[in-house]
Antibody, heavy 120, light 107 residues
């Protein structure tokens, strides 16, 4: 059974940093691109970032480019999101998402999400 | 960035009624369009992939159609358990995007 378990969310002050972690199980982690998607309270879904299975290629949404860094450790089956220079607008539930084997595949599994609150 | 525009934003529907949700892309995306269902307090769940491909475990009352820039999600006969927000998502570009969502309420 595929499981994605996010952790690391919490309350952080504006300008601060936070690192999210997603522990994956139930599939060959290194074979799949992984994404982060977020959802602000009461709002829709926002695609944030993707990393290829071998970690060599990453892409970011303009809203987080230069502030967030996606990475992975295939030996630990773990996905990360390092978030720096956080703003109030980054307050959201952050989901770890697995794609299918192809670059254009749909997102077939989602974690339960971890809440990040940016506030003084 | 490819923008996806969903309509309507909200729909209040009687059980057994047919529901139609549309998603329009700002440029052609082929069939690289997927639909998700998000119930209150839950993570999104994949319903339809590649515009019209059904998935195992998804009730047959859910179907998708379209290609290019115009897409439709249809619920043929609404059930109470279908109360949720539905999102479209395009994977044609390297940076994916989502539609704004359509909330379906049961009358």
């Amino acid at each position: 059974e595929v499981q994605l378990l996010e952790s690391g969310g919490g309350l952080v002050q504006p300008g601060g940093s936070l690192k999210l972690t997603c522990a994956a199980s139930g599939f060959t982690f290194s074979s799949y691109g992984m994404r982060w998607v977020r959802q602000a309270p009461g709002k829709g879904l926002e695609w944030l970032s993707v990393i290829t299975g071998n970690g060599a290629t990453t892409y970011y949404a303009d809203s987080v480019k230069g502030r967030f860094t996606i990475s992975r450790d295939n030996s630990k089956k773990t996905l990360y999101l390092q978030m720096n220079s956080l703003r109030a607008g980054d307050t959201a539930v952050y989901y770890c998402v697995k794609g299918g084997g192809g670059w254009k595949d749909a997102f077939d599994y989602w974690g339960q999400g971890t809440l990040v609150t940016v506030s003084s | 960035e490819i923008v996806l525009t969903q309509s309507p934003d909200f729909q209040s529907v009687t059980p057994k009624e047919k529901v139609t949700i549309t998603c329009r892309a700002s440029q052609s995306i082929g069939s690289n369009l997927h639909w998700y269902q998000q119930k209150a307090g839950q993570s999104p769940k994949l319903l339809i992939q590649y515009a019209s491909q059904s998935l195992s475990g998804v009730p047959s009352r859910f179907s998708g159609s379209g290609s290019g820039t115009d897409f439709t999600l249809t619920i043929s006969s609404l059930e109470a358990e279908d109360a949720a927000t539905y999102y479209c998502h395009q994977s044609s570009s390297l940076r994916g995007t989502f539609g704004g969502g359509t909330k379906v309420e049961i009358k």
